[in-house]
């Protein structure tokens, strides 16, 4: 296992590895691991003669008041865990060395960053969208694995390699749930037990939608309200009903939709979505 921590030594790695003739998946985190991430990372071994992860908590995702400090900080468990499903190389680089005192240049993209969590974290996309092109540039991947638990971040990404021509293919892969339903994160280590227990209504208001949709319901607002009700006993940050491409909201359901929650609990505050294709095989693309 080899651990890198600058662009220029990264990207001399990758760039000897494909002279070789050998494929690189790459799959961005910001450590604290669970299976969500280990998922990715076995899908981009799978698909690729070498796995490369980078673990990097960016500061320019957060804003002033959110949880950059505390965020958990696991590392050496981290390499382990990466290791341990055919991981050959991490990418940690210092914030020092990512974000110079004199740093000015951003990526902004536009439109699909509007509305859900762009609506709520004004800051977000654009410090993911700068992090992943840095990140991009230090580890020249021919595919890169991001998980659909960040929907609108996936939409993000994959605008940004389209608009900007980047080399990178990128594959998105399914969420993972906890056995009650639960989508694993790693902020869900804040919850106290009975935040944990009330958190689940997330997850049960999303599957009791999809089971409306593939009823057949195809009404926006009939189906938001249903996950309103359903998510009571936690703070509402937003229910979206979204075109799962532009991130713009939908009245009626006639093509491959997005349904998207945020919620503010005491300590976290979670996401989690399921996709829905009305043309789709049963309906369903989760
Ligand atoms: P993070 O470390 O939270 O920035 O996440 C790194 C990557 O793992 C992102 O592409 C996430 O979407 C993905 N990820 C996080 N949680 C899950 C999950 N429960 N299932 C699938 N992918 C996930």
């Known amino acids: 296992m080899k651990i890198i921590d600058n662009a220029a030594e990264m990207r001399a790695w990758c760039r000897e590895a494909r002279r070789a003739g050998k494929s690189i998946g790459?799959?961005?985190?910001?450590?604290?691991?669970?299976?969500?991430?280990?998922?990715?990372?076995?899908a981009a071994a799978q698909g690729n003669e070498l796995a490369v992860a980078s673990i990097f908590v960016n500061p320019t995702q957060f804003a002033p008041h959110e949880d950059f400090?505390?965020?958990?900080?696991?590392f050496d468990q981290d390499v382990a865990m990466c290791a341990s499903v055919g991981v050959v190389a991490v990418y940690a680089p210092t914030a020092r060395t990512m974000y110079t005192e004199d740093y000015s240049t951003f990526v902004t993209v536009g439109g699909v960053s509007e509305g859900l969590?762009?609506?709520?974290?004004p800051h977000?996309?654009?410090?993911v969208a700068t992090v992943v092109t840095k990140l991009f540039?230090?580890?020249e991947a021919d595919r890169a694995y991001?998980?659909?638990?960040?929907?609108?971040?996936?939409?993000?990404?994959?605008?940004?390699?389209?608009?900007?021509?980047m080399a990178v293919e990128i594959v998105e892969m399914p969420i993972v749930r906890e056995p009650d339903g639960l989508a694993m994160s790693s902020r869900n280590r804040y919850l106290s037990a009975e935040e944990r227990t009330r958190a689940l209504c997330l997850s049960q208001s999303l599957f009791a939608a999809q089971e409306r949709l593939q009823g057949g319901e195809r009404d926006a607002e009939t189906v938001k309200d249903a996950?309103?009700?359903?998510?009571?006993?936690?703070?509402?940050?937003?229910?979206?009903l979204v075109d799962a491409e532009t991130m713009r909201p939908v009245e009626r359901v006639e093509r491959p939709v997005l349904l998207a929650v945020a919620a503010l609990l005491e300590s976290a505050r979670l996401i989690d979505n399921v996709k829905f294709d009305p043309a789709g095989n049963g309906g369903s693309l989760t």
């Open 26 to 42: 790459f799959v961005p985190t910001m450590g604290a691991l669970h299976e969500g991430h280990l998922s990715l990372m076995r």
């Open 69 to 74: 400090n505390q965020y958990p900080r696991t």
């Open 117 to 121: 969590c762009g609506g709520s974290r």
């Open 124 to 127: 977000f996309f654009r410090g």
């Open 137 to 139: 540039n230090a580890v």
């Open 146 to 165: 991001f998980g659909q638990k960040d929907a609108q971040q996936c939409a993000v990404i994959k605008r940004m390699v389209r608009d900007l021509d």
């Open 227 to 240: 996950v309103r009700q359903g998510m009571q006993g936690v703070k509402i940050d937003y229910v979206a």
